[in-house]
């Protein structure tokens, strides 16, 4: 049986994050092709997250810098190895390839983290995006995990993009894969609520993350205030996981400005809303917000950055503006006028059938595996800078880790 081994910042909770809703269709992928997989991590277990025995994974907590991990390796000896995001690569790549050097080791990056933490830069200093921002210390470290891994999963094309036109990446080690949306779920539009049915704005997003705390203190500063002016009656409802004291404080009903919190299942909550507000400021990756409002019929509303890498060439499923008073005045016509908002709800539906099939990307996806696995050694000789950096960073890496395992014995 294919053994697949992944290796997770963070045990999956596709309820709280679209990162965990990424990592679980991955994972479905794999289970479709009746791989015996293999979930370690690190992290504490969640109350939140899924219980993958009950799909029969393996759970296994690890920990860095300890050598019983190479003996379990070798033990496993899996296929594939997936790293979810690249700080698990730096702490695990090394042991990856010293105890199973035929496995084929693959990054998915959920996004670019070096690329959000640049705009959250530019944004913080109210200026544009520079080149200073992108060449940084992050930059340097997911990139030369990239080039250590045999294949790169990246989420967006705009990320693609940036990684071979500014950072000169090999096409061969890089593939897209969005969003994975199965044709069952993007047929189901017959049964959902009316626009006579929905009332109400919502927001809903992690608050670990912090484009989306940025957007709820923007929404509440600057947007809301022009929508109620035009919409004494409407309320907008802000949802997500692990809010903070200062996401709570938001709270104000005399405002209509409501913290619900955590939501028990992000699509039933949104299908009740008229019109998504999410006017990202920074980020990077696809927000899964905006699928699963096309998933539910729900125009939305948010920015370039918002909508990057989501619609293609097809029309947004509502309005996109980087403009206070413009984003205020789209809220007003999609909130009012049915026949907008149905035009918005039927791209949104188009975008979904037309660049998130999930059957459309799996064959590629394995087609891509067969493929390296068939010519490892000859993929790897031609990735110089990957071998390059795999013999030098990771020397160092390894030896990092022996001394602070050896450290800790003697405490």
């Known amino acids: 049986m294919k053994q697949l081994l992944i290796i997770g910042y963070i045990w999956p909770e596709p309820a709280s994050s679209a990162a ?5 269709q ?3 992928l794999f289970l479709d092709k009746e791989y015996k997989i293999t979930y370690a991590c690190p992290a504490n277990f969640s109350e939140y997250a899924v219980n993958l025995e009950e799909m029969g994974i393996q759970q296994i907590q690890i920990e860095a810098n300890k050598s019983e991990f190479d003996s379990w390796l070798k033990k496993l000896q899996p296929d594939i190895v997936m790293f979810d995001r690249f700080m698990m690569e730096e702490q695990f790549g090394w042991r990856i390839a010293e105890n199973c ?12 983290h070096f690329f959000r933490k640049a705009r959250y830069e530019a944004a913080k200093n109210n200026r544009v995006l520079t080149k200073a ?11 030369a995990s990239i080039l250590r891994c045999d294949l790169t999963l990246i989420i967006s094309e705009a990320e693609r993009d940036l990684l071979i036109e500014k950072f000169r990446i090999d096409r061969d080690l890089l593939l897209y894969i969005p969003f994975l949306v199965p044709q069952k779920r993007t047929s189901q539009t017959e049964n959902l609520k009316s626009f006579e049915e929905r009332e109400h704005f919502l927001f809903i997003g992690n608050f670990l993350h912090d484009p989306n705390w940025d957007a709820v203190l923007y929404l509440k500063q600057y947007i809301w205030p022009l929508i109620r002016k035009e919409l004494p009656k409407a309320e907008l409802h802000i949802y997500g996981a692990y809010a903070t004291q200062k996401v709570e404080q938001q ?7 409501l913290v619900k919190g955590r939501a028990k299942e992000a699509l039933s909550t949104i299908e009740n809303y008229k019109v998504l507000l999410a006017p990202l400021r920074f980020g990077a990756g696809i927000k899964g917000k905006f699928i699963d409002a096309m998933l539910t019929g729900t125009p939305s509303i948010t920015t370039t950055i918002g909508a990057e890498g989501i619609c293609g060439i097809y029309p947004w499923n509502g309005e996109i503006s980087n403009n206070d008073q413009e984003i205020a005045e789209a809220a007003f016509m999609l909130y009012n006028r049915e026949k907008r908002w149905l035009k918005a709800q039927q791209n949104g539906f188009k975008i979904i059938q037309n660049r998130f099939q999930k059957e459309s990307f799996s064959a590629n996806f ?6 390296l696995q068939h010519q490892l ?8 800078m990957g071998a390059m950096l795999m013999h030098h960073t990771l020397q160092s890496t390894k030896y990092m880790s022996l001394w602070i395992e050896e450290k800790n014995k003697h405490k």
Do not use: C, V, W, Y
């Open 366 to 371: 394995f087609d891509s595996i067969h493929r």
């Open 101 to 112: 050097p035929d496995a084929l080791r693959i990054l998915d990056t959920e996004d670019l």
């Open 26 to 28: 991955l994972i479905d």
């Open 20 to 24: 965990g809703s990424r990592m679980m």
């Open 133 to 143: 921002d992108l060449f940084s210390k992050e930059a340097k470290r997911e990139i």
């Open 251 to 257: 709270h104000n009903p005399k405002e209509r400005f």
């Open 377 to 384: 050694s000859k993929h790897r000789q031609q990735n110089f």
